[in-house]
């Protein structure tokens, strides 16, 4: 059973800074790209940021500059350092992977329990 961890979540003041985990474990064949979504208090959940193993990382337009995706092949890890953040980043973050657990069965998505991230002015 595949499954996402996240850690690194929590109560930030605005300007400061904050790192988050995801680690991915289990019965892992492939990872073809992790990344990270959020949705605040009465909001769709959006698209923070992606990583795929090989190609360009993509960002909302109201993160870039701020927020950077990163990833530890190794570990089966994506990071998402948080840099000056606002408060209407303020929101809850889901770590996400398409994952392939056979070489010969199709990948499927794989979701984070979410962790809170909470920005104070």
């Known amino acids: 059973q595949v499954q996402l961890v996240e850690s690194g979540g929590g109560l930030v003041q605005a300007g400061g800074s904050l790192r988050l985990s995801c680690a991915a474990s289990g019965s892992i064949f492939s990872i073809i790209y992790m990344g990270w979504y959020r949705q605040a208090p009465g909001k769709q959940r959006e698209l923070v940021a992606t990583i795929p193993s090989a190609g360009s990382t993509v960002y909302a337009d109201s993160v870039k500059g701020r927020f950077t995706i990163s990833r530890d092949s190794a570990k089966n890890t994506v990071y998402l350092q948080m840099n000056s953040p606002k408060p209407e980043d303020t929101a809850v973050y889901y770590c996400?992977?398409?994952?392939?657990?056979?070489?010969?069965?199709?990948?499927?998505?794989?979701w984070g329990q979410g962790t809170q991230v909470t920005v104070s002015s």
């Open positions: 996400y992977a398409w994952i392939s657990v056979h070489p010969q069965r199709p990948a499927g998505s794989y």
